[in-house]
């Protein structure tokens, strides 16, 4: 195991507001938890704590995190300022919020041409699914992580395919 898998995180979860956390962020927490991955989740806002949010993106890549997926609502430019000041991939989780989430989801995916960030779909799906996707891109170089990956893949085939309906 090297340094980094003993102690520091490997992803990062972060969001805007506490608000963010039951029924959609906690699912990207279960989801790295279910794969073993160490990671991080902080509550911390590119608006309310802007330089806070910044020296945790920053020192964080610095000591190692591979992904940070940042869940924000509204206008949601959590992971655009983040992507501004890492180079490590940024996942943007789009809130529900006033307009249904479609304010977020426009606002971080429609990042200009330079600083990208990955987008999903919004709430609980988004916030799994960027927790899948970081697993993809720690697989790239841990082959026990992308085996986990096969395997949940597999579990969930078979529950579609054992699935039966009731006429
Ligand atoms: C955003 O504003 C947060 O990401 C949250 O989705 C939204 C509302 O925050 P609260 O007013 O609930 O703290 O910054």
Redesign the pocket.
């Known amino acids: 195991m090297n340094a980094t898998q003993a102690g520091n995180p490997l992803v990062g979860i972060v969001?805007?507001?506490?608000?963010?956390w039951d029924g959609s962020m906690r699912f990207a927490h279960e989801t790295l938890d279910r794969f073993g991955v160490p990671h991080e989740c902080r509550v911390l806002?590119?608006?309310?704590t802007p330089a806070e949010t910044i020296e945790w993106a920053t020192s964080s890549q610095a000591n190692g995190m591979k992904a940070i997926i940042a869940?924000?609502?509204?206008?949601?430019h959590?992971a655009g300022v983040i992507a501004a000041h890492v180079t490590i991939p940024v996942l943007g989780v789009p809130?529900?919020?006033a307009l249904d989430g479609l304010d977020?989801l426009l606002s971080t995916v429609q990042m200009p041409a330079g600083i990208p960030v990955a987008t999903f779909a919004i709430g609980k799906a988004g916030a799994t699914n960027a927790a899948l996707f970081a697993i993809s891109i720690l697989a790239e170089t841990d082959p026990s992580m992308r085996e986990k990956l096969e395997t949940f893949r597999a579990d969930k085939a078979k529950d579609i395919l054992s699935t039966k309906l009731t006429l």
């Open positions: 969001m805007g507001s506490a608000s963010d806002s590119a608006h309310r869940g924000a609502g509204g206008a949601a959590l809130m529900t919020s977020s």
